[in-house]
């Protein structure tokens, strides 16, 4: 290995966080003037949340570290738990890996173990995704990521314009665009859905006839109102049983209340057996979104409602609280958490067809832009306040 | 215990941290409307970095939990694997308290542990002293905390304006003073020295004559700068040594560096055996305090030159980048870490006198002010940035 | 409190060791001499677990503290952890709680976390259930704990010899009886089941007609050989359904491998949907002694077939390695992992009736025995190999 | 690498640890069936004890991790808290490495997070002096790690039958002497000694005239009587300045009381100012054997005294008990600690001479033994207690 080369150490605890990094690690994997150090960490280690780990190996990158660090209980105590020992663990692999900088993906609660770990032993941090605004307690993550990071690698101009008035010197904050959107050019143009869902990734529930046109469901539980999680997955979960129309429902990932929603799923399931809902745990991130670009809409909270489908032109069903006041395209139309609003919405946009392109998230080239910025952006780890 | 009283938790992880909280735990503990539950934590447990849980206890708090959470090594990886262990065990501790509010202090690393760990339980949490600002990893450490908490109880209107401009709602930030201008109100009309240092304290050099005027030295290493720590202290000692004025001279609180700077210390008394400098672990903080008001002026680094030295009106030579962009008053002068410079400053400063009383950072009655906020303001753990 | 009470401090971790120590617990705290400061923690605290906290208050037990310190991940990794969590936080509550002995129950992987903090605090540590003899990790960590602990209340004299053969103090090695026997006893003379299973406790999968006679199936993943948990599972799930006979089947507690027959169960049940079995995921211990006492047999690898099944005489099909080298009484039948061995050992005993009442783990008066010891027995942190 | 070699890890925790296990680990490095793979942490990085780490490095071993585990306060509770953590950060270490077998060496309380971080992941545990008998906490944590090990390599008969009467496999339990006797084997035959240690370790205190003979001292807190330490080493600190005799005294390594035992010193330097004592905080291994050999005695409770000391024939004087029942050469002898006793020893032996050299702790290859029993035996982590 080339001495020069600056080893960029990128943590990824979470399925969701792969997906919008996976770009820029093939970016910085290929540059002449980079070496990626991959650690896998967290939820992303176990099957209960889609392993993608096994997604990441099959994808070609090598995992120079794995670091268990969930702790069971899904609740905010565990939540805090995790963190604390992510940041242990996540401190001792920096330390014997040495990189020349470390990045941290957006603003889910370990995502801070990875800032303290890397700003605490003076590692320039780099931090994607910062500068949104939600209304969880995410928002205090992500803007607590910021405040501790050096670099600022935003996703769209709102944010830019957001991390440098908290104080951050504007040169340090940089649009790339969002990786996400690399991955949704690279199939946006496709014109009819490749692979057979059932066939190829089995899941449970009925087999469904989506041929014809289908939903995609993803609804996440909200941390902050975690006992409410069963209540709103089954609304959620009446809304699109009633419109009749086939479905592929996604399981969500770990979060405070997740065994809310996973249970507000499985007592549906088992209590109404629904007709027209096909059920997945994980599916290659492409392939998930072959399969949003072929649907007639996405309904839920995933913040893939937001950007890959504003790029795609999908319409998308927003509910609830999660996606507050992120910049939005016009593909995406907000609810509340009753069935009633909810359905209203999918009558409404069924048949109603694709947006056309937006790229407030990028344009599809954001992993080289990230890379390219790594490769030479001065690296520090000091900085003071811009006022 | 009534059931309408707010519970209180304040965790207090090192000894500086005490001086500028006591008189707001006695606010606290005195409120018919608020109960105290008192952590002592960290380096306030350890006997080399001069045991404030000893103070704590003599002052009438008890503590409802002890938390040994320091790494040794003092070394930037062993601060962050402190805060991460901190982190794990204060979630613990919280949520076996099941606090109304969790009040931490300033900037320390290892109140971010603090912050986390109520932040994701959501517990609300009340920062005091953000907002100001200064040029090591406090900085970000200080404005994470800010982004962190709920309620903000800040120490001078620079302070509040700062932490309003970084996106809270203004009606959360509140500038309540320092409670250490509290405890320097106590001693202020003090006429004379009430005690001999020598013979309530001990401490090791030589029995210096202090009598007919002194200084007090009190340089903390600078985090970010750790291994240069040594040539600083080396410096410093030289320049009160060459200046021939009887000195008190007092340890440094644990920091990754305090090794260096422990280091440099021992050297120099092994090896000089300086005839004007007595040295000191730790006092009584009111007794410090009262040494500093009929001193000559303070020589360092500590933020107590910035503070309490303005309320008192005691000439403080502020020497290098650690409290660069804090809110001073007339009080300080400011050096670089050359020995000529110091020793410069001290004689041009010597016989100068005392300043005027400056309420820059209050006038003596936040504690009260801060008890009376956390009895009646809203509680709440959820926010949204303000742009 | 009165000053001369010994304050005895039990860690239950885990739904199995409750059982296992109940009428001590209950022994401890009506004890004159005695104060009981009782800690829950890991999967006691966990829902998928069957939550033993909830029974443990609804049984009128106060926890002084509880302790979250399961990793996710269900697998040698992941409980390697969690025992370092737990030793982490343990030590802290033992610190802060300043127990005058800790108990420490039975071989789970998590029990030696317990047995550490106490040790190397100087506490003196006292074992549950040490010197009997199984096959997987659980060996070495009995013996392990044995080693770390002063006084040993061991469950048969089978056990009581080999505590000693290993070195330990024969004044300190006391045949107590296992106080699960206890709970067996306040049941053994039932003249029939006094409650509707389905009706008390849902639970899913068939209604099925318990009536006139069923069996009970608690069959726990085998730690040390963790990838065949499934396959070993759906043997016996085979096993069971073919026979025909209504069976109430109990979910494994948390081990490596759990996943593996959790998966199992969940597979089979959605594939050849069981008409006569019915699944519970936990019920209050004494009620599920009564089903025990009612049933034909109990079908698994729990050591509730070896202890409690004893006493009352229940037949007990003993499959696989788990149980292996325990002390047994004539109501335990041993079988391999085959679901057609396991079908004919059902034939066999189907009908047999019951056995008589063995004494070989004790008399039913066990916790009582272990208060009364607890309340005179020299207290003392060292120790020194008898030979 | 050649696919078919052993990856053998071996942990090392402290400095005294590397002495007793360097000769296998050059066995090892150059075996053609093995990898060395070497994990430095705890103590071993840390200044105030040594840094052992320096001296590996230089020595030719370069380590695949290190980690920083050691937790401020040098009591009880900090040494339990550094297990866990110790526990936790190994188990990760472990899972990426993937060794084929991990070593433990003898007795401190962290080397126990090594054995069950190895056992709990079904990894080959080897350990190194196991089988022997002393009085404090090591007692506990020396037999349980025998009980988690599943290859127990002794380093006399002695310890060999005890280990077998702990019901370990006999094929499993080898005497392969002690490492350390390799190094004393390398040096025995020097007939003076071949450096100044004054001028090569500097150290601090008197200068003092070595050349016609000095006592060397070593003196660690003994665990269980921590706050006896300071007054313990205070008699020894009379007992070596009364005999008048030139001593080089050597700091002890981390320990609950180490910090009443520095005090001690501190505390004697400065009030005292002994005129023969000269104090080394850490010096080369090797060097310190050869200094050993070419003393009048060595005096404190090191188990050199008890294993180099044998081989080399230097008349050791034994203080209090922490070498209490340790197999014993006719070179040592027993006092308690009080500064009368010690000093009618220290006149009793001083111009004795020599012993004849023992071998009771092998005969100076056991690292090659060790390095050709790892490359053979079977590796296995599962047993079961021989009776």
Redesign the interface.
Known sequence: MSLDRRKICVVITARPSYSRIKSALQAIKEHPKLELQLVVAG?A????YGNAADFIRNDGFEAV?????????EN??????T???????L??VF??LQPDAVITIADR?ET??TS??A????IPLVHIQGGE?T???D??VR??N???ADIHLVSNEDARE?VI???EDPEMVINTGCPSIDLAKEIANDEALNFNPLEKYGG?GKNIRWQDGYLVVMQHPVT?EYEKARTHILETLHAVSDSGIPSFWFWPN?DAGS?GTSNGIRTFR?QENPENIHFFKNIDPLDFLRLLKHSKMLIGNSSVGIRECSYLGVPAIDIGSRQQ?RLKGENVTHTGYKREEILAKIKELNGNGRFSTSTIYGNGNSGKKIANILAKIELR?????Q?
Chains 1, 2, 3, 4 share one sequence.
């Open positions: 939820s280690l176990l099957d209960r570290a794995k670091v268990y660090m969930v702790l069971e209980g905010p105590t565990t939540m805090a738990k963190t604390g020992l992510g940041l242990m663990e401190t001792n330390y014997n609660f801070i173990a303290i770990a700003a605490y032993q003076n605004v209304g969880s307690i928002e205090k803007h607590a910021t405040k501790l957001r008035r908290l104080g449970v902050s770990v065994d088992e006041r780890s000091h900085k003071s306040i006022y």
